[in-house]
């Protein structure tokens, strides 16, 4: 594989952090460096790890996960997307797309890696490799579009009415699961 191979792999894995990080800067402004930072962190690792374990596995397991994979991304984006909606409409205020609370993060997370598992199963099945490198730079792109994403989006909240960016964050999420289950 190819440096501008694995450069358009990672950047097109890190599509999805950079969508969820839009919705996490519009709803949720303001945070300390420290939380954005971890935000990031763990969009990267489980960018990076999924395609370390997709590969590990190879294609023992390829037929079995690759069936599920994509359900399980949709259930956790739809329930998370989908309570951001329904808070969004009822207008609440209290229990928002809280990206201060380690088990959101972890559930987008693992939601918006999954597919990064699929392509560790295709890097087992091919030649010339690198899987340290990919996974370096897959975590990375991942990391910092997560950064930009949260960066550019958290400046736009002023104009925005915070329901109306709970419901915006929440279809993104709702569509970025139905983008996984459809493709």
């Known amino acids: 594989m190819s440096y501008i191979e694995l450069l358009l792999l990672s950047l097109s894995l890190a599509i999805d952090c950079f969508a ?4 996490a800067g519009v709803f949720q402004p303001g945070l ?4 954005v930072l971890l935000f990031a962190f763990f969009f990267g690792f489980f960018q990076a790890m999924m395609p370390l374990i997709g590969w ?6 390829v037929s079995y996960i690759s069936r599920f994979a994509p359900w399980i991304a949709f259930g956790l984006l739809l329930f998370i997307g989908g309570k951001m909606v329904v808070e969004g409409i009822q207008n609440k205020e209290e229990s928002r797309f809280d ?9 987008l997370s693992v939601a918006t890696s999954i597919d990064a598992l699929a392509i560790g199963f295709s890097f087992a099945m091919m030649q010339n490799v690198r899987i340290g490198w990919s996974v370096f730079n897959i975590g990375v792109a991942s990391f910092l579009m997560s950064l930009l994403g949260y960066k ?14 709970g419901i915006v964050g929440g279809l993104v999420l709702i569509g970025i ?3 996984i289950l459809l493709t």
């Open 177 to 179: 699961g139905l983008k």
């Open 99 to 107: 990206i201060t609370k380690i088990q959101t993060v972890l559930a």
């Open 56 to 61: 590990f596995c190879g294609e023992a397991v």
């Open 32 to 35: 300390k460096a420290r939380n």
């Open 152 to 165: 550019i989006t958290s400046r736009w909240t002023t104009r925005v009415k915070a329901n109306i960016a």
């Open 20 to 23: 969820v990080s839009c919705a």
